[in-house]
């Protein structure tokens, strides 16, 4: 089956501590992205990636970080320094730069206390 | 800021009827346009895209994009509980990869 996977489904951590996500995808697609999700919030772009080893801020990238070593994973690093880490992530990519088509996959929650 | 708008509902229609949501957004270049469908605590799933003027007909889903409005809408038609839901409206605008994502209008359809 072609698809986008996260893990973990939940993550727990203590305020202080990084964290990082993972996101692969056998779509063989380009692009990929990184969102956040608040409750009753639309999608916030964190970082995208157009090609492997090249990736750009979102609006709002401080406190995250990200890299694109392989066309199929592309991990986000959720650092101490972002100030509110509690949200719903989420990991997207689309078919270069024709359709812009996104999909996503199931999207992975973080708490952290 | 490029913005995507949509309203937050809640859009409650009964069972059979047609529901209609709407979105309008403010880069008048943008030249894609994507309804997706969230359920609650899910991940948003890709339902309609829409990239000309007019009508785009998909099963019970209907696009409609008027780009001189700025205006894009999707109508579901006979209306299913299963159809209950957070529409987001996205669009892509002028240059880059990124995608503008409204807040979403939430759906309940009443048996």
């Known amino acids: 089956d072609g698809g986008i996977t996260q893990s973990p489904k939940y993550l727990f951590r203590k305020e202080g501590q990084n964290v990082t996500l993972s996101c692969e995808q056998n779509?063989?697609?380009?692009?990929m992205y990184w969102y956040r999700q608040d409750p009753g919030q639309g999608l916030r772009l964190i970082y995208y990636?157009?090609?492997?080893?090249?990736?750009q801020k979102g609006d709002i990238a401080e406190g995250y970080s990200v890299s694109r070593e392989k066309k199929e994973s592309f991990p986000l690093t959720v650092t101490s320094a972002q100030k509110n880490p509690t949200a719903f992530y989420l990991c997207?990519?689309?078919?270069?730069?024709?359709?812009?088509?996104?999909?996503f996959g199931p999207g992975t929650r973080l708490t952290v206390t | 800021q490029k913005e995507v708008e949509q309203n937050s509902g809640p859009l409650s229609v009964p069972e059979g009827a047609i529901a209609s949501l709407n979105c309008t957004y403010s880069?008048?270049?943008?030249?894609?346009f994507f309804w997706y469908r969230q359920y609650s605590g899910k991940s948003p799933e890709l339902i309609m895209s829409?990239?000309?003027?007019g009508d785009k007909e998909d099963g019970r889903f209907t696009a409609q994009l008027n780009k001189a409005s700025q205006y894009v809408s999707l109508l579901i038609r006979d209306s299913q509980p299963s159809d209950s839901a957070t529409y987001l409206c996205?669009?892509?605008?002028?240059?880059?990869?990124?995608?503008?994502f409204g807040a979403g209008t939430r759906l309940f359809v009443k048996a």
């Open positions: 997207a990519s689309s078919d270069g730069a024709q359709l812009y088509e996104q999909y």
């Open positions: 779509l063989n697609h380009d692009a």
């Open positions: 990636s157009q090609i492997v080893n090249d990736f």
């Open positions: 880069d008048r270049g943008s030249q894609s």
């Open positions: 829409i990239y000309s003027n």
């Open positions: 996205a669009v892509k605008g002028t240059g880059g990869f990124k995608t503008i």
